[in-house]
């Protein structure tokens, strides 16, 4: 690593309307350099890189780029400096090939598409970082891991020297993460240098050379050399306060069989096979996790459980009665919960307030329900009071629900599914996209419902919150479930999440 700076931005200040997002910050990346940028949610992290990356203008302050002064208008600006960044959510075209993807939006090639010279290119390119892909594969065709490395290809391709990676590892398998982290060091030895944005703080230790932490616009920590700092300090930096990264759970004491999935076939959204006879029980008073990669069925088997997905074989069983034949009021009335991945979209009316989110179960019962009238008195005080239970942070119960942080809104999700004291819970990336503070408050919840005798089904690409909470975890591998761990063992789930192993039953 250089001492030489590739970036400076000094004294960054950017406003929103009511809000001061970015105060002042100064932020340095030095040549050849892992930078791990942490913060909690709101905390003003993608606020200050999009200033970087020119999608917003900063009110104040400056960056210098290789000891130049720039004005970026916009991120072609950015990308003509040198700058580029590979966002979470991938922005690929699914039916093009690799090849395709990467010159998408470039003046080169202009009237003549002459791909398999491009094809070379982009192989010689791969192979130069360790970022091997076929150029000439569908990105359709390719793992999580593989249309990752494309973006990253698209960015190198365009010449950048500094790249910003946000959540890289959020939808990675293990052996992907160790991929990635040899592709990244294999790039800062040739120079470039990296921002690191994730949420995982052993991650953060493990790649980055070193971390700046921002808490609510401001600068808590700058340029910490990761081998002078803790996980435990980092935590404490971003929150403010101790956080306990790994929550005490006390021996799991085993009821009755509460859910039985039995050979069930689904499909998904696009009419394919999603779900293959998978069969899985949970018990009274355990967690299961579920461990895969993202699109192997997690999702469709979260919604055949709670009734939103048909299944088209097999069957589903809640205390011995038969649901999730696409009745999610039937699901509801064996008790049956659900924490959506999608806070938003499905667990939450956005434009409602605290008490309309809140009473959603529970509008049809006394004495919130009286007769084709709601009590609004009633539905008030309870909303009331899970919002001083639960500490959900909002101005009154009349807040709409689209104005709560992330954490907050999780808050409000859980307390309106525990609140019917729910004998099976669906828990689907319960803490995705939250920071450290509020990750603990929502693992603790999940702790307490296993205590209070629920079943507790937790769907999870967080090996480390699936081996925390989980009394067993199971994995999942094209709509089968392909082995079942007692105990730790990441390099066994890995090779079970990739489908290199199949444990027998």
């Not at 040198?82 to 922005?91: A, L, R, T």
């Not at 011995?320 to 806070?343: K, L, M, N, W, Y």
């Not at 807040?399 to 307390?415: H, M, V």
């Amino acid at each position: 690593m250089s001492l030489v700076n590739a970036v400076q931005m000094q004294g960054i200040v950017k406003r929103f309307p009511g809000v001061l997002a970015v105060d002042h910050v100064d932020f340095d990346l030095r040549e050849g350099e892992i930078h791990a940028l942490l913060g909690e949610n709101g905390a003003g992290k993608s606020t200050l890189m999009n200033v970087l990356t020119g999608l917003y203008r900063p009110d104040a302050g400056r960056i210098v780029i290789h000891n130049r002064p720039v004005d970026l208008r916009s991120p072609r600006d950015a990308i003509a400096c040198g700058i580029g960044m590979v966002h979470q959510h991938f922005m690929l075209v699914p039916t093009q090939t690799v090849t395709e993807n990467i010159l998408l939006g470039l003046d080169d090639p202009r009237f003549f598409m002459r791909l398999a010279q491009y094809d070379r290119r982009v192989a010689e390119l791969g192979e130069r970082f360790g970022l091997r892909v076929d150029p000439k594969a569908k990105v359709w065709q390719l793992s999580v891991g593989e249309q990752q490395r494309v973006e990253i290809l698209k960015m190198l391709y365009r010449g950048v020297d500094v790249l910003i990676m946000d959540e890289p590892t959020a939808v990675l398998a293990p052996q992907e993460i160790a991929d990635l982290f040899g592709v990244l060091r294999a790039m800062t030895a040739q120079g470039k240098s990296i921002v690191f944005i994730s949420h995982k703080l052993g991650e953060v230790l493990e790649i980055a050379d070193r971390v700046t932490v921002l808490r609510k616009g401001r600068v808590m920590a700058a340029g910490l050399d990761v081998h002078a700092t803790t996980t435990a300090e980092l935590a404490r930096l971003m929150v403010g306060r101790e956080v306990f990264l790994r929550v005490e759970k006390s021996p799991c004491k085993l009821g009755e069989e509460v859910l039985r999935v039995e050979n069930v076939y689904a499909e998904n959204d696009k009419g394919l096979p999603a779900l293959r006879g998978l069969s899985l029980r949970i018990c009274a008073g355990e967690i299961v996790g579920l461990a895969g990669v993202a699109g192997n069925g997690q999702r469709e088997l979260a919604e055949v459980i709670t009734g939103l997905r048909p299944c088209t074989a097999g069957r589903v069983l809640v205390h011995g009665v038969e649901v999730g034949i696409g009745s999610t009021a039937q699901a509801i009335r064996q008790g049956v919960a659900h924490i959506p991945e999608d806070r938003q979209g499905m667990g939450s009316a956005p434009n409602l307030s605290l008490v309309d989110n809140a009473i959603m179960k529970r509008y049809g019962e006394a004495p919130i329900g009286n007769g084709w009238s709601i009590n609004r008195l009633a539905a008030y005080r309870h909303t009331a009071d899970l919002k001083e239970a639960y500490e959900i942070a909002a101005p009154s119960v009349e807040t709409p629900a689209r104005l709560l942080s992330g954490g907050n809104l999780q808050r409000l999700i859980l307390a309106r599914e525990i609140s019917s004291a729910p004998k099976l819970m669906v828990a689907v990336q319960p803490t995705r996209g939250l920071d450290v503070g509020a990750i603990e408050g929502v693992q603790r919840l999940l702790l307490q419902q296993r205590e209070a005798g629920a079943a507790i089904l937790l769907i999870s690409e967080e090996l480390d919150e699936l081996f925390a909470l989980s009394d067993r975890v199971v994995v999942i591998y094209e709509g089968q479930i392909v082995g079942e761990l007692m105990e730790e063992d990441r390099e066994l789930v890995g090779l079970l999440m990739t489908g290199q192993k199949r444990m027998a039953s």
